[in-house]
């Protein structure tokens, strides 16, 4: 996914699903011919302003309630990404169906050189938000091979600041992505958990412009399906992070249990104790078959050959300067 803004204060949410595949299961709904021309697809629509009644109150049809500080909402649902954040910003280009995440509607397949594009508005315009139309001043990405999530941003004098990632984003499985922006830092949580975090050191360029997600001219698409793609122009604090998780779909039901003190050390800085945060110590062998594996799992913290450290290890049973994976747990 490239996004393509600049911003102060903002927040991203996705679920996205990767996967190797050639051609979409909804491919042929690709060789349709649209006879309306999309650019004027909503100049012609009926805007109502407010709540419509029918047979006087007995049916109200009113609006979707509206989150704070939402700026655009696409579910890929309908024929086209349709904006269901009230501000028309609506994603130009047909988009091709895929399976959802949660089993309802769809979602949008960005494969091959597939992308939405969304021109510049009003609403995109802000103290705290705006998008840029030239250099990408926000880049929102996936590495290549290894599919961790990298966010770089552009400041003053042209510095190129950002992060990865600590866990690989899974092939073929649905993972919800949160990433966050405000003057002083970076934040990424994977499936409701904190991944990982910078400080910034300048200050993010503000210009106006558009925005595109999949494949553009400097960047290809990502190959995957994205579903709930929301952006809001305000920093969500972590318990807004945490409503955007389904423990029905990752199995991580406590977001706040655990989360990576170090992806490698030694034995001396696993038994440190400053590596992990008030209240979380070194995760217990019980800590680990209590749910602590399975989010290392499931975030792509550990691997088919990733050994990790307890608090419970024998000092006979690893070699010295050996590194593992340190996760801190929740007392």
């Given at each position: 996914?490239?996004?393509?803004?600049?911003?102060?204060?903002?927040?991203?949410?996705?679920?996205?699903k990767?996967?190797k595949?050639e051609?979409s299961?909804?491919h042929?709904?690709?060789?349709?011919?649209?006879?309306e021309?999309?650019?004027n697809?909503?100049?012609?629509?009926?805007r109502?302003p407010?709540?419509?009644?029918?047979?006087?109150?007995?049916?109200?049809?009113?609006?979707?309630s509206?989150?704070k500080g939402?700026i655009?909402?696409?579910?890929?649902?309908?024929?086209?990404?349709?904006?269901?954040?009230?501000?028309?910003?609506?994603m130009?280009?047909?988009?091709?169906?895929?399976?959802?995440?949660?089993?309802h509607?769809y979602s949008g397949?960005?494969?091959?050189d597939?992308s939405?594009?969304?021109?510049?508005?009003d609403s995109l315009?802000?103290?705290?938000f705006?998008?840029?139309?030239?250099?990408?001043?926000i880049?929102?990405l996936?590495?290549?091979?290894?599919?961790?999530?990298?966010?770089?941003?552009?400041?003053?004098?042209k510095?190129?600041e950002g992060?990865?990632?600590?866990?690989?984003?899974p092939?073929?499985?649905?993972?919800?992505?949160?990433?966050?922006?405000?003057?002083?830092?970076?934040?990424?949580?994977?499936n409701?958990?904190?991944?990982?975090?910078?400080?910034?050191?300048?200050?993010?360029?503000e210009?106006?412009?558009?925005?595109t997600i999949?494949?553009?001219?400097?960047y290809?698409?990502?190959n995957?399906?994205l579903?709930e793609l929301?952006?809001?122009n305000?920093?969500?604090?972590?318990?807004?992070?945490?409503?955007?998780?389904?423990?029905s779909?990752?199995?991580?039901?406590?977001t706040?249990?655990v989360?990576?003190g170090?992806?490698s050390c030694?034995?001396?800085?696993a038994?440190d104790?400053d590596?992990c945060?008030?209240?979380?110590?070194?995760c217990?062998?019980?800590?680990?078959?209590?749910?602590?594996?399975?989010?290392?799992r499931?975030n792509g913290i550990?691997?088919?050959?990733s050994?990790l450290w307890t608090?419970?290890?024998?000092?006979?049973?690893?070699?010295?300067g050996?590194k593992?994976?340190?996760?801190?747990?929740?007392?």
């Amino acid at each position: 996914m490239i996004g393509t803004l600049s911003m102060f204060l903002f927040s991203l949410f996705a679920n996205v699903k990767l996967g190797k595949c050639e051609k979409s299961l909804f491919h042929y709904l690709s060789e349709m011919s649209f006879y309306e021309p999309f650019d004027n697809l909503f100049e012609r629509c009926l805007r109502i302003p407010s709540t419509v009644c029918v047979g006087g109150t007995s049916t109200v049809i009113t609006s979707d309630s509206v989150h704070k500080g939402l700026i655009a909402k696409w579910t890929f649902d309908d024929m086209y990404a349709l904006d269901h954040s009230s501000n028309n910003n609506h994603m130009h280009k047909f988009v091709k169906p895929a399976p959802s995440f949660n089993g309802h509607g769809y979602s949008g397949a960005f494969l091959g050189d597939i992308s939405g594009f969304v021109p510049a508005g009003d609403s995109l315009k802000s103290e705290q938000f705006t998008i840029d139309e030239g250099e990408e001043n926000i880049a929102i990405l996936l590495h290549p091979h290894v599919s961790k999530v990298s966010v770089r941003v552009i400041g003053e004098d042209k510095s190129n600041e950002g992060l990865s990632s600590i866990g690989y984003i899974p092939l073929r499985r649905w993972t919800n992505i949160a990433i966050t922006l405000s003057s002083k830092n970076i934040k990424i949580y994977i499936n409701g958990v904190y991944d990982n975090s910078v400080n910034l050191k300048s200050k993010v360029i503000e210009k106006g412009g558009n925005v595109t997600i999949g494949k553009n001219d400097h960047y290809s698409s990502f190959n995957g399906y994205l579903d709930e793609l929301y952006f809001y122009n305000r920093h969500l604090n972590k318990s807004e992070i945490k409503s955007f998780s389904m423990p029905s779909i990752t199995g991580i039901s406590d977001t706040n249990f655990v989360y990576v003190g170090n992806y490698s050390c030694d034995y001396d800085t696993a038994k440190d104790k400053d590596l992990c945060k008030k209240n979380f110590q070194l995760c217990s062998s019980f800590d680990l078959y209590n749910g602590a594996i399975h989010y290392a799992r499931v975030n792509g913290i550990i691997a088919e050959k990733s050994s990790l450290w307890t608090s419970d290890i024998s000092q006979n049973s690893y070699e010295a300067g050996e590194k593992r994976i340190a996760l801190c747990c929740r007392e």
